[in-house]
C-alpha cells in the first residue's frame, strides 16, 4: 500500500534510484521509491561492470563525477557486501596517432593526481601476455575496478530498505503535477497517488517521459544501443586487465567504444558501444533495442581480435544488447527542474555504475538547498550483509551445500536466501546468486528454481515468471487444459 | 467421385498412390509398387486410425506415467482419448503393459502403460 504522503518520492529503483535511496537513509526524511518492474534493477541499462578511472570529456560533469565516485568503491564495497576488484586498465595504442591519444590519457590522469603511467612494448607484452604484436605503447591505471551492475544496485536498495525506505514494485507513475499553492506534488501511479514534497526522477531511460508529466520538457533522451558479447569460460583468465583500445583522435582520449572487459565472476565480456551520432534504434522498447546486430558482432570481433588476435568467432557463447540513455544536454543531467520546483532531473549516460555514488551526494546537495530538512538518524546502519556462499551455512541449513545450479555452483539455500530478500522472479534470483548465468544460462536449474520460487512464496508453479509481466514460465498445465479437475 | 494422392511412409521410396473414391467405396488404385503399400493408402482414405502416444498422471507423484494405445484409433478420436487421459489418475506399481484405460474413448482399443513405475520419493 501507498503511503499518503512523504518528503521525497524517487521515481525509479535503478542504479540513481537506489543510490539516492541509501543516502536519503541516512536522515530522517520519508522516502518512497517508486519501480515500475517487478524487482529492484530491472530497468536498469545493464552496464560492462567498469568502475572506470577516467571518463567522459575534460570539464564535464560526467568526467568529475566518475573520477571523484572511483575511490568510494573499495569502502562502499565493503560497507555493502557486494564483490568488487581492481583489475588495472591497459589502454593500448598500435599506431603513432593512437599512442598521442595514450599519451594524452596519462597526462589528464595526472593532472587528476590518479595513478597511471605509461607501459612500453615489452612491459605491456609482459602484463598481458595475450595482447598483440602490433602494440607500440599503453597506459595502465590500477585504479580502474570492476563489480556486478546488478549486484551493487540491488545492494544499495537493500541497505536503503534496511534503514527505513521502502520501495514499491510494479508500480508506475502516470502522472506528476504540482498542487495549488505549489508546495507539493501528487504522483500519480497506476496503485494510486502519494503527495511528495519534493520528486527525484531516476526514470533512466524514461526521464524525460517523467519530466514531460511535470511540464518540464527541458531534455530528451536518447536511446544508445550498446552490444554485449560474452566468452567462454575457458577464456577467463585471457587478459589480467580491462583492455582498451586507444583512440585514432588524440581529442578523444578519453572515450571508448569497445573493449575488452574482466567481470567480477571471472568471464570476459567484449563492448561495443555506439559510435557518436550513430542513432541506431529508433524505439527505447524495441525488440532491435535488446538485441544484437550481425554487424555489431562482426565489429566486436574484429576490434578485440585487433587487440588480442587469438579470439575467434566461436568463443562468444552469448550476447545481449541494451539502452543507454543519452541525454539531450549532452554532458551528465543532474539538476533541479526550472520549470517544476521541487523536481530534481537525473539524466545521465554512461558510466551509471562508476559515478553513482557521487550523483547521489549530488542529489543530496540540490535537495538540501532546496530547504529539504536532513537531520541524520542516530541508528543508520551502513552494512548489508551479503548472501552466504555455497556450503557456508552448512551446519545450520543443510541446504547450502544442495547444488541446484551445477554450472555456477549456487545452492537451494542461496537461492532461499535471495527470495526471502525480495527475489521474486527467476531473474531476481539470478540476479542475486548468479543461478542462471553459468554456460548453459539456466538450461538445467530453471526448473528447479522455477519450483523453489512456487514453494517459498507459496504460489502455483503457473504464476512464477522470468522478470514479471506475462513472462509466466508455466503457461498451462497441459490435463488441466483438457478437463482435469487435479 | 474424389482422387486422393497418399504418399506412403512404410519404406523410403515413398510412393504417391492415387486412390478414387465414389462416396466411400474405393473405386481405383495407382502408383504403388508393392501390396503394402497398396492397403496403406486405402486404408488412410477410408479408415485412417493412429496410435496415441501420452501421458497420465500418476496418484502420490508429480511425475507423469507414458502411455499408449494399445493398437492405432481412428484419428477422429484422438482427441477424446487426449481428453480422457486428463480424467484418470494411475495408481502405484504399474508394469509396462499394464492396462491403463480399458476401451479408450469407446474406440474398443486399450490405453496401457510404456514403462514400469514405482512410486518413489519425489525428487526436486
Redesign the interface.
Known amino acids: 500500500m501507498l503511503p499518503r504522503e512523504v518528503d521525497v518520492a524517487i521515481i525509479g529503483g535503478g542504479m540513481m534510484g537506489s543510490a539516492v535511496a541509501r543516502e536519503l537513509s541516512k536522515y530522517k526524511v520519508k522516502v518512497a521509491v517508486l519501480e515500475k518492474e517487478i524487482e529492484v534493477s530491472f530497468g536498469q541499462a545493464k552496464g560492462s561492470g567498469a568502475v572506470h578511472s577516467i571518463y567522459g570529456p575534460p570539464g564535464s560533469l560526467r568526467c568529475k563525477l566518475t573520477v571523484e565516485s572511483n575511490p568510494l568503491f573499495d569502502n562502499l564495497a565493503k560497507k555493502l557486501g557486494f564483490g568488487f576488484k581492481r583489475v588495472g586498465e591497459i589502454i593500448a595504442a598500435l599506431t603513432e596517432e593512437e599512442e598521442k591519444s595514450v599519451d594524452a590519457y596519462v597526462k589528464f590522469a595526472k593532472s587528476q593526481k590518479i595513478p597511471i603511467r605509461k607501459l612500453t612494448k615489452d612491459e605491456v607484452r609482459e602484463m598481458e601476455p595475450n595482447i598483440t604484436d602490433e602494440v607500440v605503447a599503453a597506459s595502465y591505471c590500477p585504479m580502474e575496478g570492476i563489480a556486478d551492475g546488478f549486484a551493487v544496485n540491488i545492494a544499495m536498495a537493500e541497505n536503503a530498505m534496511q534503514n527505513g525506505v521502502p520501495f514499491y514494485f510494479e508500480t508506475e507513475v502516470k502522472g506528476l503535477s504540482l498542487l495549488p499553492g505549489g508546495e507539493d506534488y501528487i504522483v500519480e501511479t497506476d496503485r494510486g497517488n502519494l503527495k511528495a514534497r519534493y520528486v527525484v526522477n531516476a526514470a533512466g531511460i524514461n526521464a524525460d517521459d517523467v519530466a514531460r508529466m511535470a511540464g518540464d520538457d527541458s531534455f530528451s533522451v536518447f536511446p544508445l544501443r550498446t552490444q554485449y558479447f560474452i566468452l567462454d569460460r575457458r577464456l577467463n583468465g585471457l587478459v589480467n586487465h580491462n583492455v582498451k583500445r586507444a583512440r585514432p583522435d588524440p581529442k578523444e582520449f578519453w572515450r571508448s567504444y569497445g573493449w575488452i572487459q574482466r567481470e567480477v565472476h571471472g568471464s570476459i565480456l567484449l563492448i561495443l558501444g555506439a559510435e557518436p551520432g550513430e542513432r541506431d534504434i529508433q524505439e527505447k522498447d524495441s525488440e532491435e533495442a535488446f538485441s544484437n546486430t550481425r554487424e555489431g558482432f562482426r565489429r566486436a570481433l574484429r576490434q578485440v581480435q585487433a587487440l588480442v588476435p587469438s579470439i575467434c568467432p566461436r568463443d562468444i557463447v552469448h550476447m545481449f544488447g541494451r539502452v543507454i540513455a543519452y541525454p539531450s544536454t549532452g554532458d551528465f543531467l543532474i539538476k533541479p527542474s526550472e520549470k517544476s520546483p521541487g523536481l530534481i532531473n537525473i539524466c545521465l549516460q554512461h558510466p551509471g555504475l562508476s559515478s553513482c555514488p557521487m550523483v547521489a551526494k549530488r542529489v543530496i546537495g540540490f535537495l538540501d538547498e532546496l530547504g529539504l530538512s536532513l537531520e541524520e538518524k542516530s541508528n543508520f546502519n551502513p552494512y548489508r550483509k551479503p548472501i552466504p556462499s555455497l556450503g557456508e551455512l552448512y551446519d545450520q541449513d543443510p541446504r547450502y551445500a544442495h547444488v541446484v545450479c551445477r554450472c555456477e555452483h549456487v545452492s537451494e539455500g542461496q537461492i532461499i536466501e535471495a527470495i526471502r530478500r525480495g527475489a521474486k522472479t527467476l531473474d531476481g534470483v539470478k540476479f542475486r546468486v548468479r543461478a542462471g548465468m553459468g554456460r548453459c544460462h539456466g538450461g538445467f536449474c530453471s526448473p528447479?528454481v522455477t519450483?523453489?520460487l512456487a514453494r517459498e512464496l507459496n504460489i502455483p508453479v503457473e504464476q512464477v515468471t522470468k522478470r514479471g509481466k506475462r513472462s509466466n514460465i508455466v503457461k498451462f498445465r497441459?490435463?488441466?487444459l483438457?478437463?482435469?479437475k487435479? | 467421385m474424389e482422387k486422393r494422392t497418399i504418399r506412403c511412409i512404410l519404406c523410403p521410396l515413398g510412393c504417391e498412390v492415387r486412390v478414387s473414391v465414389e462416396g466411400d467405396k474405393v473405386v481405383s488404385v495407382n502408383g504403388y509398387e508393392c501390396p503394402r503399400g497398396r492397403e496403406h493408402a486405402i486404408r488412410e482414405v477410408t479408415d485412417p486410425r493412429r496410435i496415441v502416444t501420452t501421458t497420465v498422471?500418476v496418484e502420490g507423484s508429480s511425475l507423469v506415467l507414458s502411455v499408449r494405445t494399445a493398437q492405432p484409433v481412428p484419428k477422429d478420436s484422438i482427441f477424446d482419448v487426449?481428453?480422457e487421459?486428463?480424467?484418470v489418475?494411475a495408481s502405484v506399481h504399474i508394469k509396462r503393459g499394464d492396462v491403463i484405460i480399458h476401451n479408450v474413448a469407446n474406440t474398443g482399443v486399450d490405453l496401457i502403460a510404456t514403462r514400469d513405475f514405482q512410486t518413489k520419493i519425489e525428487r526436486?
Do not use: C, N, P, Y
Open positions: 528447479r519450483k523453489i497441459t490435463k488441466k483438457l478437463g482435469s487435479s | 498422471q487426449m481428453k487421459t486428463a480424467s489418475r526436486s
